[in-house]
């Protein structure tokens, strides 16, 4: 059995982890990609005060500028107001879309820094993660959006619940007297998902980094391009054929983002199948000439991505790939426990 591990490859910044969620936290909605609907944040705010959390909306909330949630200026303000204020324990983007990469670099990261908080997203969401884990090492989660979760008619379903609450919860980290439990915890796999399939063998170690392939791909040669040196690279995506998603990860590639990987987890890529199938790479395909031989361990289909099944993933936190199990452990909890209000 090959074991690979790091630590904390050379240049990337330690992890800072923020404080569990206790019933009575204040969460705060926010929009910056995408316009958010009203009545889904109306619904995801009666869930969440339903549970013990205070929510917190901002007035201007609904806003549009187009396909964005108002100004680049608008939007970035509001999630540093989030971070500012010390009231908001968690921070919850309505909807992805686009529009993250706009405002990346209006952010003040000292600040962001100095007030580490729970950051819960994805999809256009991932280039918050990368920029926030960049420029400060906050360790944020990659999950469900609240519109497409808690806000949906039909709410998250049983195994993405399960992870997102796993995940942000103090108490899924205590046991029945309040003492901390052994760190990290294993994700367990629906029964009615897609199979897990193992491109490559063996088992590996390392910081977990990664998100929507299609906003990682264009922040490499910026200042906010994902680190993968060490790392379990995971990506996912939707509504892309497969030719397009070869050019993002042959980006990865040229760029020496694939070059000293740990492992890498591919989770569903929905609607991604070719459309002249005859005249077309399969996705198998595609992914199996970047992977397979690059001596890591590679699983496809682990149920995280723009599908029911969204398991909620602590980037930054240190995780264990085992191809050779189809099995991902977080090895440290990810967040804070036992805070001191």
Not at 20 to 46: Q, W
Not at 57 to 73: E, S
Not at 252 to 257: F, M, S
């Amino acid at each position: 059995m090959l074991l690979q591990s790091s630590l904390l490859a050379v240049g990337q910044l330690p992890p800072i982890f923020p404080a569990a969620l206790r019933p009575g936290d204040t969460v705060a909605i926010i929009a910056p990609a995408r316009p958010v609907n009203r009545e889904r944040v109306e619904r995801a705010r009666a869930r969440l005060e339903g549970i013990g959390f205070k929510v917190k909306i901002p007035d201007n909330l609904y806003r549009k500028r187009g396909n964005l949630a108002g100004t680049d200026a608008e939007r970035a303000e509001e999630l540093m107001a989030a971070f500012r204020d010390p009231e908001v324990k968690a921070i919850f983007p309505g909807t992805g879309g686009y529009g993250t990469t706009r405002i990346i670099d209006r952010l003040d990261y000292e600040v962001i820094r100095r007030n580490p908080k729970i950051l819960e997203g994805f999809s256009d969401i991932t280039g918050l993660h990368l920029a926030i884990r960049k420029k400060t090492g906050l360790v944020t989660f990659h999950g469900p959006n609240l519109t497409s979760g808690l806000g949906s008619e039909e709410n998250l379903a049983d195994y993405s619940a399960e992870f997102f609450w796993r995940a942000l919860l103090e108490r899924n980290y205590l046991d029945a007297e309040g003492r901390p439990l052994p760190p990290g915890y294993v994700y367990a796999l629906p029964d009615d998902a897609t199979p897990i399939q193992v491109l490559s063998p063996g088992v590996a170690r390392g910081r977990l980094t990664g998100g929507n392939l299609s906003l990682i791909s264009p922040l490499i040669g910026t200042e906010f391009e994902i680190e993968t040196e060490g790392c379990i690279l995971f990506i996912e995506d939707v509504r892309e054929q497969p030719y397009r998603i070869d050019r993002y990860l042959s980006h990865l590639r040229l760029a020496g983002k694939l070059d000293k990987v740990a492992g890498v987890i591919l989770g569903i890529f929905r609607k991604c199948e070719p459309d002249d199938p005859e005249d077309s790479l399969s996705l198998e395909q595609v992914f199996r000439d970047y992977f397979e031989h690059l001596g890591v361990p590679v699983i496809l289909n682990f149920p995280a991505g723009h599908f029911k099944y969204n398991a909620t993933l602590p980037l930054g936190a240190q995780v264990e790939l085992d191809a050779d199990r189809k099995r991902v452990t977080v090895l440290e909890n990810p967040v804070q426990l036992l805070r001191v209000d």
